[in-house]
């Protein structure tokens, strides 16, 4: 096998040496990274393959909690991948410049988790075997259904996002790569769909980059109000309120960031990228993300004082195990070091620094995580009628290893898709929309 | 009889080709004197098949076949002209659990997840604890069959709501949806699942790993003209059972009148507003006619 140590590469500018660099060079550390992720997801293969042959049965989801960790990882999955459409739409049409380079990964992030819930939502299925009859017998008044169609709809758009942003790039691939493997030089040959810088194709591509700008942020509404809706349209304490829209989807777009910082915080440091993703950039993420966490804040302020004023029924119990019973020390967590503490401590520009903002951000994503569980299970623990005469092990909910090795798993997915998708492709652009354009005129000028 | 190693395959073909209906002209009689209530012995019944031979057949094996006679597809369509309902005396019950016991039986549970609970209600702390034997309350607006993405779960015009597990996905949004608890689910592989019956969701036997299952007011019963199996086990004739249309309802011993039951012992249904409106109705639990007690004296004494 030939080696590749990027010898015989030459770059014409600083710019594209600093962002091609890691295409056509593979640490050890990658590969370390690469293994490591693929022992957890072997490890997740086996917890299924015993979900297949035993059924459910090992999970410790039961008759009363018949949710569990995979649609609370699920619903996790689905709000992270709104941070596509807050940097390629929001932002964008905002016309925050300091945000475009940080579109690419986003969209990653996006594609990969929006591929992620759709796999997790297939695991928790009783029989994945009749996945098909979805479509086969579909009734579309069944929110599951409207989810169907969103989720497929985002997952396009968001797929369609990423590929316009990185095809300038995937030409300079093309052109400007050599010292790289066939499969690779034919990979950016065909993803290139021969761009060539061509005005008539530059102005093809702004147009439909501001289409689907405009398009996806709807859907991007739209798929996170409609898995709220998978319990809002259901009875239970917690899920019966018409506060939940709003509230899962603002929850979405701060954990989405949260995880944009951790990806900026990784791709500075691991593909050295300082100059690229300045502590500028970390600094309004900063100020992004105390932004939208008030938001949610102010959503999870209506979500739990109504209901804890009144404290109704089976919804007051509810509140009572959440503030005060079992899951007090998991709410208070999230709350408080997922939400409240992150706002504070984020108010102050030190801490908005790369390291401070990317420990901050990973609370506030084991955060949204468990936030997620608690919006999931408790409420099913609370059924109008009481739990009695069942089985003891029907009463609580305490997730197997089966559930943990999945869910872990579906991290390592997640972590793999980005991961590669990094490797294969530019992750900046490389050549600035600007300087594309004033080539395409130099390049009319010359004929 | 659980785990049934299979049949000699000239009677199982016997069996096969009853159910296709060729010789259900000859054999009506018998099947009907056969009660699926009753324990299954080894009495055997003389039967015509279609090539004009006489075979002695189990009567075991007459109570498999009357349970698969209802295809999913008709399974769909309800009995014509009827509207079934239930109608739950609160002031008889006594926890015996027979209900609960026979219901286990025939859809063949593990006591750990019933079809039925009787649940200790008390609805204050000054007023007294009493029993609520608790089904499916069939919905006439039944929220778990507009959450089924694939309509698995269906209302029939006989107003019963079914399941049919050769279709169920297992995405459990219908349990999540209901507010009364009704559905169960089969976590693992259904104990002793006899894989010589075919399945109809009319009798939920045998069901399927990884779908849904709930009271179906035995359907398989009520197309025989007889009545479920939790009423006519009940020793304290709690359970009313009945049809809307004819206005009228049976406990096994005295056959009353809806309307005039309802109205003379200010019938309810449970939590009204949630606007479901369930097919099974209670009488409030006044002049109780047994003392309460605890869940382990009610058992130990039944």
């Known amino acids: 096998m030939r080696k590749y140590n990027g010898n015989l590469q030459k770059f014409e500018t600083r710019r594209e040496k600093d962002l091609l660099g890691h295409l056509i060079t593979t640490s050890l550390k990658y590969k370390v990274w690469i293994a490591f992720l693929l022992l957890i997801i072997a490890f997740g293969m086996f917890g299924y393959y015993r979900q297949i042959k035993y059924g459910l049965i090992v999970t410790a989801m039961r008759d009363y909690t018949s949710w569990g960790i995979y649609i609370s990882n699920f619903v996790f999955f689905v709000a992270i991948s709104l941070v596509g459409s807050l940097f390629s739409s929001i932002l964008k049409l905002n016309k925050n410049e300091w945000a475009r380079p940080l579109t690419r990964v986003s969209e990653i992030i996006a594609v990969a988790a929006i591929i992620c819930a759709a796999v997790i939502i297939i695991v928790d299925m009783g029989r994945p075997d009749r996945f098909f009859y979805v479509i086969k017998y579909l009734r579309i008044q069944s929110p599951i259904i409207w989810d169907v169609i969103i989720i497929s709809t985002y997952l396009v758009i968001s797929f369609l996002l990423l590929f316009i942003s990185v095809l300038p790039d995937l030409a300079l691939c093309r052109d400007r790569l050599i010292e790289i493997p066939k499969w690779k030089k034919r990979l950016y040959r065909i993803t290139a769909i021969n761009w060539n810088n061509d005005p008539k194709q530059m102005a093809m591509l702004k147009k439909v980059s501001t289409i689907l700008a405009i398009s996806v942020l709807p859907v991007a509404f739209a798929i996170h109000t409609i898995t709220s809706w998978l319990f809002a349209t259901t009875w239970r304490p917690g899920w019966d309120s018409t506060n939940l829209g709003p509230y899962f989807v603002s929850g979405a777009f701060m954990a989405g960031a949260a995880v944009i910082i951790v990806a900026m915080y990784f791709m500075r440091t691991e593909l050295k990228l300082k100059a690229y993703i300045t502590e500028s950039h970390f600094d309004k993420m900063g100020k992004l993300l105390v932004l939208l966490s008030l938001v949610y804040l102010y959503f999870n302020i209506n979500e739990y004082l109504g209901p804890a004023f009144k404290m109704v029924g089976v919804e007051g119990e509810h509140i009572t195990e959440l503030f005060v019973g079992k899951y007090a020390p998991m709410y208070w967590f999230v709350q408080l070091g997922g939400l409240i503490l992150p706002i504070i401590l984020l108010t102050f520009k030190n801490l908005r620094k790369p390291i401070p903002i990317a420990i901050i951000s990973i609370f506030v994503i084991l955060g949204a995580w468990f936030k997620r569980f608690l919006i999931v299970i408790p409420s099913l623990q609370h059924p109008y009628l009481p739990i009695q005469g069942v089985d003891e092990s029907y009463l609580h909910y305490n997730p197997t290893w089966e559930e943990w090795a999945i869910t872990l798993s579906s991290f390592a997915w997640l972590l793999l898709i980005i991961t590669v998708l990094i490797k294969l492709f530019p992750i900046i652009p490389v050549q600035k929309a600007e300087n594309i354009s004033k080539k395409a005129v130099e390049k009319i000028l010359q004929q | ?302």
Request: charged residues 25%; proline residues 8%; neutral net charge.
């Open chain 2, 1 to 302: 009889m659980g785990n049934k190693k299979p049949q000699p395959a000239s009677r199982r073909e016997f069996l096969k080709n009853l159910s296709s209906g060729s010789a259900l002209a000859v054999s009506g009689m018998a099947l009907y004197s056969v009660s699926s209530c009753k324990p299954s012995s080894e009495e055997k019944t003389t039967l015509l098949t279609t090539d004009g031979k006489l075979v002695e057949v189990p009567n075991s094996e007459i109570e498999m076949l009357e349970m698969q006679s209802v295809s999913p597809e008709e399974s769909r369509k309800g009995i014509p002209g009827k509207k079934f309902v239930m109608v739950v005396d609160l002031a008889k019950c006594k926890n015996a659990r027979k209900c609960v016991e026979v219901c286990d039986k025939h859809h063949n549970l593990t006591p750990d997840r019933p079809y039925i609970k009787v649940l200790e209600m008390r609805d204050n702390e000054k007023s007294a604890p009493y029993w609520m034997p608790k089904k499916c309350f069939q919905c006439d607006n039944p929220p778990c069959v507009k959450v089924c993405p694939v309509g698995a779960t269906y209302k029939r015009t006989d107003g019963i709501v079914l399941i049919d597990n050769e279709r169920c996905i297992g995405c459990r949004f219908c349990m999540a949806a209901c507010p009364y608890s009704s559905r169960v689910f089969n976590w693992g592989q259904p104990p002793n699942v006899d894989q010589e019956i075919a399945y109809s969701p009319e009798t939920s036997v045998p069901s399927k790993i990884g779908t849904v299952g709930k009271c179906d007011f035995c359907p398989d019963m009520l197309r025989k003209d007889k009545l479920p199996h939790c009423v006519t086990s009940c020793p304290n004739g709690v359970i009313y059972f009945g049809d809307e249309i004819e206005d009228t309802v049976t406990n096994g011993e005295e056959t009353v009148r809806l309307s005039t039951l309802l109205k003379d012992k200010a019938g309810y249904r449970y939590m009204e507003e949630l606007g479901t409106k369930p097919r099974v109705y209670y009488l409030p639990p006044v002049n109780r006619m047994f003392p309460f007690e605890n869940e382990v004296q009610g058992n130990s004494e039944s």
